[in-house]
Nanobody, 115 residues
């Protein structure tokens, strides 16, 4: 099983980034996919969730209206489009796959929002 995140980097406040998470080794379309983030000295927090079919999403209040989660089951990939980025969005962003008793994590990608 592998979850490989990409797309992180350094961006100025107000900018945008698109994160990708490529999955392999399991039946991607059966799994709920999520993005979490963890800032230095803080606990990991849930950012966004998308259902297995991609027809339902949920967001943390702090990112509603700015972030969009989506998935492409044909490509085994989940995305996080992040707009209007703020310094407080700085964190390591992790991809998560969950179904029944199975729970997989990626290694994460760093997002830094700074001028």
């Amino acid at each position: 099983v592998q979850l490989v995140e990409s797309g992180g980097g350094l961006v100025q406040p107000g900018g945008s980034l698109r994160l990708s998470c490529a999955a392999s080794g399991f039946t991607f379309s059966n799994y709920v996919m999520s993005w979490y983030r963890q800032a230095p000295g803080k606990e990991r927090e849930l950012v966004a969730v998308v259902s297995s079919a991609g027809d339902s999403t949920n967001y943390a209040d702090s990112v509603k209206g700015r972030f969009t989660i989506s998935r492409d089951n044909a490509k085994n990939t989940v995305y996080l489009q992040m707009n209007s980025l703020k310094p407080e969005d700085t964190a390591v962003y992790h991809c998560n796959a969950r179904a029944l008793v199975y729970n997989y994590w990626g290694q994460g990608t760093q997002v830094t929002v700074s001028s």
